[in-house]
């Protein structure tokens, strides 16, 4: 009788094929409204495009250089592409720290901090005299004009500096370069940490199109025919659209599928309301909605002799990490039993079961979720070709894919997009060499466009 009331509470994360494959149907809508240039502003699913014309094809070479800048640190790499041998090396790397002062500070003194750091890294590595292309990855919501234009929408994640809203980032970075006037820049590409994903995984395999990650958040990015990108001129071709796919259900539509539990989780969180998608699948959130649970079964008297501890009862101490340790295959028993005695809880062997089963239905939700939303994408995909089977490979890239049994997601995936081969790669640094493969590309394409123009000023 009580594993019944224990399932009857797992019950409502069980997601029935029938289920998933309405998700994805529902997914497909609104990725196509947000393609739409007269209803893209209000589709929850932003569909933004990336300027990212083209996927390596293996002949990109020389030497870039990669800044990313996502929150209180930003790396500065060096990157080197070798087309003989199909690699791309890191060749050096530094970390610098944007301590408060100047998150909260100025952009101008944010800028001035940021080109004084690459300055330093220039002058170590001996690149001062040469003027090399530059990947920029900014993961900040901004609204991309071109390649190498890109306007902060607003600051997340800490930073206020002020008079960068609304501004273009490269032309500040640019600015406060020219002003140290000892070194310059190529060209730079603005650069999605999802797209870098897909690009750094897109020079070992060609067949890379697809990005994803799912790490504290998750997003995915694809190949999209430029004829359906509505909002950017041009037939011809294709272009990466940056999905922001973690805002699903922003307009209410997975409200079937939420529990009671998301939406505390929802309600609880810094951005309520926002990014209803993400918080079912997320690391950011795992945690705390296995929390949630545990608290009710306990309250049930159906965990720990009905004893909750101050720890159980305290938001955010669930780690995701412990999910996966739980989980662990060889260890998960005694990982289990440990992490129950750290929160305080009086355990038995049913117990420690329980909490095993609980763990595994959350982080299945979670894969079976991202699976659906990957078959949709997929799917996008082959029939925008026009075949009836797609090879195709995805760039994964975040600590939930990495830690988590992803076995369920592959399965998940080609149950619900049979007509697609799906390869999974896991990205090496898409925010760093990803970054530096894009402005590769787009070095490429530039070069490739003047071709006809050279050789008829050579004739």
């Not at 080109?115 to 170590?124: I, N, V």
């Not at 539990?261 to 909605?289: A, C, Q, R």
């Not at 309250?299 to 009905?306: I, M, P, V």
């Not at 039993?337 to 038995?348: H, P, R, S």
Request: net charge negative.
């Amino acid at each position: 009788a009580e594993r019944k009331r224990v399932q009857k509470h797992l019950e409502r994360f069980h997601l029935s094929l029938e289920k998933l494959q309405e998700v994805s149907a529902r997914l497909e809508e609104d990725m196509i409204r947000g393609l739409g240039k007269h209803t893209h502003h209000r589709a929850p699913v932003k569909m933004l495009p990336s300027f990212v014309r083209a996927t390596p094809d293996g002949t990109e070479k020389g030497d870039f250089l990669a800044l990313d800048l996502g929150g209180t640190n930003f790396r500065v790499l060096h990157v080197r592409v070798l087309e003989e041998e199909q690699k791309m090396l890191k060749m050096d790397s530094q970390i610098c720290t944007i301590p408060q002062e100047i998150m909260l500070g100025t952009g101008e003194q944010l800028f001035s901090h940021i080109a004084s750091c690459l300055g330093d890294f220039l002058e170590c590595q001996n690149l001062k005299e040469q003027i090399l292309p530059l990947g920029f990855t900014f993961s900040f919501p901004c609204e991309q004009k071109e390649i190498d234009k890109s306007f902060l929408i607003r600051w997340t994640k800490g930073f206020n500096c002020s008079g960068v809203e609304g501004k273009d980032v490269v032309k500040l970075l640019r600015e406060a370069i020219h002003k140290r006037g000892d070194y310059d820049l190529g060209s730079v590409a603005m650069v999605n940490d999802t797209v870098g994903t897909m690009m750094s995984c897109g020079y070992k395999d060609q067949s890379c199109e697809i990005g994803m990650i799912i790490g504290t958040g998750t997003n995915a990015c694809y190949m999209e025919e430029m004829k359906n990108v509505e909002r950017v001129e041009g037939e011809e071709g294709r272009m990466c659209i940056n999905t922001e796919w973690g805002g699903f259900g922003d307009d209410g539509s997975l409200k079937d599928i939420q529990t009671e539990f998301d939406v505390v989780v929802d309600k609880t969180s810094i951005n309520p309301g926002v990014h209803i998608f993400e918080k079912m699948i997320s690391g950011m959130y795992l945690g705390e909605i296995v929390r949630l649970l545990l608290v009710r079964l306990t309250q049930d008297e159906l965990l720990f002799k009905g004893q909750t501890s101050e720890a159980l009862l305290s938001a955010g101490r669930f780690e995701t990490k412990f999910i996966s340790d739980i989980e662990e295959t060889d260890s998960g028993v005694e990982n289990t039993q440990n992490i129950l005695t750290e929160l305080g809880l009086k355990w038995d062997q049913v117990d420690v079961h329980v909490v095993h089963l609980v763990c595994d239905t959350i982080s299945s939700r979670s894969a079976h979720l991202c699976a659906a939303a990957l078959a949709t994408v997929a799917n996008r995909i082959r029939v925008n070709r026009g075949l009836d089977h797609l090879k195709t490979t995805v760039g994964v890239d975040g600590t939930v894919y990495r830690k988590h049994p992803y076995k369920k997601l592959q399965a998940t995936v080609r149950l619900l997009a049979p007509d697609c081969d799906i390869t999974f790669l896991v990205s090496e640094d898409g925010s760093g060499k990803g970054a530096a493969m894009v402005t590769a590309v787009s070095q490429r394409l530039a070069l490739q466009s003047l071709l006809p123009v050279r050789l008829m000023f050579l004739l």
